[in-house]
C-alpha cells in the first residue's frame, strides 16, 4: 500500500519518516526514531504504556497511525528529563517507589503530566481516575499514587 | 497484532468524503477518532480494504446550542464537549466522564461512540435520554436518524454503507430539569454493567417532563417510557420512584454474558433507575 512522507516533531526535534499507512505511530517511534522509551503492551488501547502527549493532550500511539500525524507535535518519555536532571514527576516516582518492573512507567509519566498541567492539585480520587487506563501489575498503585501527589505538593510549594 | 495492509485516503471535503464511500462503500471503514475502530483493525475483528480518514475534512468540528437544540460535529471529541458541557450541560459532563479515559477521550469523537454502538457505552444512552438524532449524508442525499430508529442491535445501526455521519442532534432538558447519571462497572473507564441517565422536570411539585435511559443491559440501549409515563404528573415520591425504577427494567430484555448474567443486570438497572431518578428530583427542586 503507498507509502508517504511525513514529518514529525518529538521533543522538539523534527524528524522526516516514510510510513506505509497501517504503521502505528508507537511503532514508528520505537523502530523507526529509535525512541523505545515509550512501550507497547497491548497494543489496541487497553493498558495505557505507550501513552504520549499531542499538543500536551494524552493519546495512545498504538490507536494513531503515524500517517494521520504530519506536522504533529509530540512529547515522548525521553522529553521529559533535562539532560541528567530528572523531571520533577520522575523524581517523585524516584524518590517514592513509584515503579517496579517499570513498563508502564512512561506512560504513567506522560498521563500524570498532562494531569498536573491541567490540574495542578488533584486530590487521590483524581489521580486514580487519571491512572485508570493504565496498567501496571507490579506496584498496587498505592506507591504511584502518592508520587503523583508528591510531585503535585513540590510543583505547587515551589 | 498489526493490522492488515489497507489503502489510506485523507479527504479535505465532505463532498470528496461521499464519492469515496460512495466508490468503496463495503469495503471501506470511516476513520474518525479511532479509539474502536484501530482496536477492531488490530485485533483483525475489521478488515477493511480501504481505510477513509475523515480527520482533516474541514466543518465537522462545531458545537452549536440554540436554546435547548445543541448540534455537535461529528469531529467534536469527547473531551472537547465533557469541557464545553461542564457548566451548561453537566448530565453530559457527568456521562462523558465514564467514557473509557482521558487519553481516548482526547481522540475518541462523540459521534464515532454513537456509530460504534456498543450497547453498554454512554452516548448512544444519551442521545436516546436527549430525544437526539444522527444526521447522514451520501450522494443520495441527506437524511435524520431519531436515535430510537439508528441503534439497531448490538455495534448495528441503520447507517448505511455509503453514509458518512455529519452531525449529532440532542435536545437539552430545560434549565430548570435536574439529572441523574449512574453506571456500574468493574473499574473506572471500563465498559458498563449497567449504567441509567435520567432528567427529571418539576413542576407546582409534580413531575412535569421525565426522560430514562438504560444502557448496558440490552442489546441497545432503552429509552423507559413506561416508567416516564408512570412518573408525570405525579408527586416525585420514594414510591413513585420506586415504582418506575421497576417499569424501566419490566419492558428490558437483559443480556447475559461473562460479566453478569441476565438477573443481576435487572437487579442493578432497577437499584441505578431509582438512584438516578432521586438525584435528578433533588437537583430539579434545587433549580426550582
Not at chain 1, 60 to 74: E, M, P, T
Amino acid at each position: 500500500m503507498t507509502s508517504r512522507t511525513i514529518r514529525l516533531s518529538v521533543n522538539g526535534t523534527t524528524h522526516t519518516v516514510t510510513v506505509e499507512p497501517r504503521r502505528t505511530l508507537a511503532d514508528v517511534l520505537r523502530e523507526d526514531l529509535s525512541l523505545t522509551g515509550t512501550h507497547v503492551g497491548c497494543e489496541h488501547g487497553v493498558c495505557g504504556a505507550c501513552t504520549v502527549l499531542w499538543d500536551g493532550a494524552p493519546v495512545r500511539s498504538c490507536l494513531l497511525f503515524a500517517i494521520q500525524l504530519d506536522g504533529a507535535a509530540l512529547t515522548t518519555v525521553e522529553g521529559l528529563a533535562d539532560g541528567e536532571q530528572l523531571h520533577p514527576i520522575q523524581e517523585a516516582f524516584w524518590a517514592t517507589h513509584g515503579l517496579q518492573c517499570g513498563f508502564c512507567t512512561p506512560g504513567i509519566l506522560l498521563t500524570a503530566k498532562a494531569l498536573l498541567d491541567e490540574n495542578p492539585s488533584p486530590d487521590e480520587a483524581e489521580i486514580r481516575e487519571a491512572i485508570g487506563g493504565n496498567l501496571c501489575r507490579c506496584t498496587g498503585y498505592h506507591f504511584i499514587v502518592e508520587a503523583i501527589a508528591t510531585a503535585a505538593r513540590k510543583r505547587t510549594s515551589s | 497484532m498489526k493490522p492488515a495492509p489497507f489503502a489510506y485516503h485523507d479527504p479535505r471535503t465532505v463532498d470528496e468524503t461521499l464519492a469515496l464511500l460512495a466508490t468503496h462503500g463495503d469495503d471501506a471503514k470511516v476513520l474518525a477518532g479511532g479509539q474502536s475502530l484501530v482496536p477492531m483493525l488490530a485485533l483483525r475483528l475489521a478488515r477493511p480494504s480501504v481505510v477513509i480518514d475523515v480527520n482533516r475534512v474541514a466543518g465537522l468540528d462545531g458545537v452549536r446550542q440554540n436554546g435547548t437544540a445543541l448540534s455537535v460535529g461529528a469531529l467534536v471529541r469527547q473531551r472537547a464537549l465533557e469541557r464545553w458541557a461542564a457548566e451548561r450541560v453537566p448530565l453530559l459532563t457527568a456521562a462523558l466522564r465514564h467514557v473509557g479515559h482521558a487519553a481516548i477521550r482526547t481522540r475518541g469523537t462523540v459521534a464515532g461512540s454513537i456509530v460504534h454502538a456498543d450497547p453498554a457505552s454512554e452516548l448512544p444512552a444519551l442521545l436516546m435520554c436527549l430525544d437526539g438524532a444522527v444526521v447522514a449524508r451520501s450522494r443520495r442525499g441527506a437524511r435524520t436518524l431519531a436515535a430510537a430508529e439508528f441503534f439497531q442491535g448490538p455495534m448495528t445501526t441503520a447507517l448505511a454503507a455509503d453514509e458518512l455521519v455529519t452531525e449529532t442532534r440532542w435536545t437539552l432538558p430545560p434549565a430548570h430539569a435536574g439529572w441523574g447519571f449512574h453506571e456500574m462497572a468493574r473499574r473506572h473507564g471500563d465498559f458498563a454493567l449497567v449504567g441509567v441517565a435520567a432528567v427529571i422536570a418539576l413542576q407546582r411539585g409534580a413531575v412535569a417532563e421525565a426522560r430514562v435511559a438504560v444502557f448496558g443491559a440490552a442489546a441497545t440501549p432503552v429509552r423507559a417510557r413506561d416508567a416516564e409515563r408512570a412518573l408525570v404528573g405525579r408527586a416525585a415520591t420514594e414510591a413513585a420512584i420506586a415504582e418506575a425504577a421497576g417499569l424501566a427494567v419490566a419492558g428490558v430484555e437483559t443480556v447475559a454474558d461473562i460479566h453478569a448474567p441476565a438477573s443481576y443486570r435487572a437487579s442493578v438497572a432497577r437499584t441505578l433507575t431509582a438512584r438516578a431518578l432521586t438525584d435528578a428530583v433533588a437537583r430539579a427542586k434545587d433549580a426550582a
